[in-house]
């Protein structure tokens, strides 16, 4: 056979090539596993969304995670943060503009409109759970995929649907063992907050000096977002602004005392808070957040937040259609889920668990397997263990109650050994009679 012979100059640039091997990927910056150790959590969020969801009435949606950029430029709108710069935006092969969903109530309005589903009895009452991607700097807490439910109540404008959804938020995390305050705001209308836009650009224009770089530009564009800078300093300047409150139309009023006259029939504590502009522009009146005080996330995190939305539709071309929604931040509640505890979770423990000595248990075993799962019992193996000390330390590990071990006498006799995990006592039971003989001992 014919062999290539390696000069010295070639084989060392075989080792080069070796040693150049290139990293093992990893997790893009911002970025997330979610390993199943950490499922539990995750699950009762899940669970709970499900729970409150039917409570409510709220029919699951699901959207697409793209989306045509227009959507977000149009309906979150063109100067905010969001669009502005946190968007994983691009152009795909057919040439269109797409964006990975950063939020999902422009969606649903999308699909609203889409659907037809004005047709319907309104409030048409819809919720989502899944992914979305900003591209924020990341922190505690702060993610550039991260999980929010949503609920959205569309085609009505009565007040008692802002106190329904801030109810369900509020609810919501406290069933989840959090007690996060309420912070409520009216933003006015397109009626009311023109005229407060001017006054406020008049004020902050007075102390435009001492404001940071970005809010001298928001001064222009949007000075609303200005009330709610982190910056100490642009703070300290709109503690004095003007309020909103102060402005609001008679129709804006009334719709504001009416979402908290609901809030205190149901004894929801909330806090009145000025401040409160929310970072997107398709708000109009009640604009909310739940907030949690805690170190790790610097000061004070929002859990979730929410408000009315009455223009959004038109927005986006569509017919007028008022409407509310909340999302809450999964990977946050979660965070503080599993440093609170206030939540029981309850991993899974099996009835019985088969242990199995040699090859031929090891296929009978599997028969039982299959004949117990398929009668309803929860049952657990690791076949490809075959020491008995091994199996028995994995089943208790597991909490099952009960152990059936089938070893070479076992399968002569046609019998299975049924170990009490609690008392350690074992008895021989006919093969045939074990699903039976399983079902009583578990009764
Ligand atoms: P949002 O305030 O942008 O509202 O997001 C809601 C929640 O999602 C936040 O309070 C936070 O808990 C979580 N969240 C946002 N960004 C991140 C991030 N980078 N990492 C981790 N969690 C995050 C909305 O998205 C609106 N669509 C809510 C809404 C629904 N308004 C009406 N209907």
Redo the contacts with the bound molecule.
């Keep these: 056979m014919y062999k290539k012979k390696t000069t010295p100059q070639a084989s060392s640039t075989v080792e080069k090539k070796k040693s150049k091997k290139s990293p093992i990927p990893q997790l893009i910056r911002?970025m997330k596993d979610t390993l199943p150790e950490d499922q539990p959590w995750w699950e009762a969020t899940r669970d709970q969304v499900r729970a409150f969801a039917n409570a409510y009435s709220f029919e699951r949606i699901d959207t697409p995670i793209l989306e045509s950029t227009n959507l977000f430029e149009r309906g979150v709108g063109h100067d905010t943060d969001?669009v502005q710069k946190e968007m994983y935006s691009f152009v795909d092969q057919g040439g269109e503009h797409i964006t990975v969903r950063?939020?999902?109530?422009?969606s649903?309005i999308r699909a609203y409109i889409e659907h037809g589903m004005r047709n319907k009895p309104q409030p048409v009452k819809l919720y989502y759970y899944g992914p979305?991607c900003?591209h924020?700097r990341?922190q505690f807490?702060?993610?550039?995929q991260?999980?929010?439910c949503?609920?959205?109540s569309l085609g009505d404008q009565h007040p008692v649907l802002d106190a329904e959804?801030i109810l369900i938020g509020h609810r919501l995390l406290k069933t989840l063992g959090i007690a996060a305050t309420v912070q409520i705001n009216s933003i006015g209308d397109e009626v009311c907050r023109p005229a407060y836009q001017t006054v406020l650009k008049n004020f902050f224009k007075k102390n435009r000096k001492t404001l940071c770089e970005s809010c001298k530009r928001r001064l222009h564009k949007n000075p609303l977002r200005i009330l709610d800078c982190k910056e100490v300093k642009c703070q300290e300047v709109a503690q004095e602004a003007p309020q909103i409150v102060d402005h609001l139309c008679d129709a804006c009023r009334a719709h504001f005392v009416g979402t908290l006259e609901h809030l205190d029939e149901l004894e929801i504590l909330y806090e009145l808070n000025p401040r409160l502009v929310?970072?997107?522009d398709?708000?109009t009146r009640t604009a909310f957040?739940?907030w949690y005080q805690h170190e790790n996330f610097g000061d004070k995190?929002?859990?979730?937040?929410?408000?009315?939305?009455d223009k959004l539709a038109e927005t986006l071309g569509g017919r007028h259609t008022p409407?509310?929604?909340?999302?809450?931040?999964?990977?946050?509640?979660v965070l503080l889920m599993r440093e609170l505890k206030n939540y029981p979770i309850i991993g899974f423990h099996p009835d019985v668990f088969i242990a199995q000595l040699g090859e031929q248990a090891r296929k009978k075993a599997l028969r039982l397997f299959e004949d117990l799962r398929a009668s309803g019992i929860k049952v657990r193996q690791f076949f490809a263990r075959d020491g008995l000390g091994v199996q028995l330390g994995i089943a208790s590990r597991l909490g099952a109650k009960f152990t059936l071990i089938l070893g070479q006498k076992e399968i002569l006799d046609q019998t299975v050994l049924v170990r009490d995990m609690e008392t350690g006592s074992q008895e021989v039971v006919a093969y045939e009679k074990i699903v039976w003989d399983v079902q009583k001992r578990l009764k």
């Excluded at 950063?102 to 422009?106: K, N």
């Design positions: 911002g969001i950063p939020e999902a109530t422009a649903v979305m900003r924020e990341p807490g702060r993610y550039r991260f999980y929010q949503g609920f959205e959804m929310r970072g997107l398709y708000y957040e739940y995190v929002s859990l979730g937040g929410g408000g009315r939305y409407g509310v929604g909340l999302a809450l931040g999964i990977e946050r509640i």
